[in-house]
Every structure is written in structure tokens, then in C-alpha cells.
């Protein structure tokens, strides 16, 4: 059965206009590679870190919202660990009712 994650990405400030969209591209196909389905995806904008990391202090958010499956995350991740646009990575579980207000989640 299929599960939605959230996956937030991190790619370089260096990055030009059109190799962001090769890095997307990238990584869009790693996720169908595995499996898995881009369902919506969102542009944050270049972003400073709260503290410098491996010499950067900023770089551009992602979120992708991806159906697949669980079992087919762990290798995703290393997948994309070998991607040199990816500079971090973090892929949650989305909650079903995430966003929803309480009452109405309740009823």
C-alpha cells in the first residue's frame, strides 16, 4: 500500500535558474525510479541556515509531497545522498489529517 511523504529538500545557493531545474528534474526521477508518484511540489525560495554548514549559509527549499512506498524510502534516500545537487534531505510521513483543524478532523 502506498503512503504519502513529505520530502524537504535543500540544493545549493551556487545553482543557476536552469541547473535548479535540472537538480528538480533529478530528483523527480529518483522518486519515480522507485516507485514513487510527485504529487505536489513546492518552491520556498533561497533561504539563509541558522548556522553555517559545510562552508554554505543558505540555499534553496523544496517540498514534495510523494506517494510510495514505505519500504522504498531507505534507498531513495541513499539515492539521492549520491545526487550533487542534494545538499540535504529529510523525508517524513504526512499525516492524514495534517492541516485540518481538529474539529474537523474529529467529526
Keep these: 500500500m502506498k503512503t504519502m511523504y513529505e520530502g524537504m529538500f ?6 543557476t ?3 535548479l531545474d535540472g537538480a528538480l528534474d533529478s530528483i523527480r526521477k529518483d522518486i519515480e525510479k522507485f516507485g514513487g508518484e510527485v504529487k505536489n511540489s ?3 525560495g533561497k533561504r539563509p541556515f541558522s ?19 514505505g519500504d522504498q524510502i531507505t534507498p531513495l534516500k541513499e539515492r539521492l545522498k549520491l545526487n550533487e545537487f ?5 523525508i ?3 499525516e ?3 492541516g485540518v483543524p481538529v474539529a474537523v478532523a474529529a467529526e
Excluded: H, S, T, W
Aim: overall charge positive.
Design 42 to 44: 513546492v518552491r520556498l
Design 86 to 90: 542534494v545538499f540535504r534531505v529529510q
Design 10 to 15: 535543500i540544493l545549493p545557493k551556487a545553482l
Design 51 to 69: 548556522r553555517p554548514m559545510k562552508k554554505q549559509d543558505a540555499g534553496y527549499y523544496y517540498v514534495i509531497d510523494v506517494e510510495m512506498e
Design 17 to 19: 535558474d536552469d541547473q
Design 96 to 98: 492524514e489529517n495534517a
Design 92 to 94: 517524513v510521513r504526512k
